[in-house]
């Protein structure tokens, strides 16, 4: 007698990341348990925006997830492959603006986000040399370029309580407690 697989009772979200930053960054807050427990998170490093519409097209074909979100870079201006992501996610869902409620952006980089846990920042380009000596005041890690180990060492110094005190203008509304809720709210 064969025994059935355990039921999945927590709503399943798969996070496609567009590189290595972005995604352990988010491994980071996974591994802070910042979120409701309520929640399943699988997430994909496609190691390029060129591979996000794909991958995005595979993962919802496969129906495994209540919803598949994508996290990536604007970039700089004009934002060119930024906006083919979007426009290739919305032609294969048929919807117009599907991907602007599917796509959680970081402007111009996941790096911008990642500095708000030290301290108010605004990055003027997503290029890590000229970030290099802000990352190095702003964390201690010198001449970043993005290495696997520095962008370990970098999520490594991300908390809790870091993560509570980073304030994301323009989207952090008053009194938003961003995913901490208690398990039964």
Request: charged fraction near 25%.
């Amino acid at each position: 007698m064969s025994s059935r697989p355990p039921v999945q009772s927590r709503h399943r979200i798969c996070v496609i990341c567009e590189g290595y930053e972005d995604y352990h960054y988010f491994r980071r807050l996974l591994d802070l348990n910042v979120w409701n427990s309520a929640y399943s998170f699988t997430l994909i490093n496609v190691k390029s925006a060129s591979n996000i519409p794909s991958r995005f097209q595979n993962e919802f074909q496969n129906n495994s997830y209540e919803i598949i979100l994508v996290f990536c870079d604007t970039d700089k201006e004009p934002y060119r492959e930024y906006v083919q992501v979007k426009a290739k996610i919305n032609r294969f869902l048929g919807k117009r603006k599907a991907a602007e409620k599917l796509i959680i952006f970081a402007n111009p980089c996941t790096m911008q986000i990642m500095l708000l846990h030290f301290g108010d920042i605004s990055l003027k380009n997503q290029g890590k040399k000229t970030n290099s000596a802000v990352i190095a005041q702003m964390t201690g890690i010198q001449s970043y370029e993005a290495h696997k180990g520095q962008i370990r060492e970098l999520c490594s110094k991300i908390t809790r309580t870091n993560y509570l005190e980073v304030n994301y203008p323009p989207l952090k509304p008053k009194g938003w407690k961003w995913g901490l809720e208690t398990e039964s709210g």
